[in-house]
């Protein structure tokens, strides 16, 4: 079955960085795009980045600048470099791999960044 498991969250002061990292299997990871969501306490699920198979990326306009995407196809990994992290990035985060009208999410990790 597909598994999407997201690392790396934690809690971290405004300035600082994390690096959340999503291993997938069980899908044909090279043909998927792979995105990057997150849900504040009480907000919707928003998209924060997502680089499609071809290496091509979309990023939020709240995080451009600061945040980074990518994947290395040969480990089945997506990540996102979150640099210059404020408070109003924490939320809990997720990993998603979408190919035509399939849509798999991970189990979301935390990311709290203290001011």
Same mark, same amino acid.
């Given at each position: 079955q597909v598994q999407l498991v997201e690392s790396g969250g934690g809690l971290v002061q405004a300035g600082g960085s994390l690096r959340l990292s999503c291993a997938a299997s069980g899908i044909t990871f090279s043909t998927h795009a792979m995105g990057w969501y997150r849900q504040a306490p009480g907000k919707q699920r928003e998209?924060?980045? %997502?680089i499609n198979s071809s290496g091509s990326t979309n990023y939020a306009d709240s %995080?451009?600048?600061r945040f980074t995407i990518s994947r290395d196809n040969a480990e089945k990994t997506v990540y996102l470099q979150m640099n210059s992290l404020i408070p109003e990035d924490t939320a809990v985060y997720y990993c998603n791999a979408r190919r035509v009208i399939y849509t798999y999410w991970g189990q979301g990790t935390q990311v709290t960044v203290s001011s």
């Open positions: 998209l924060v980045a %997502v %995080v451009k600048g």
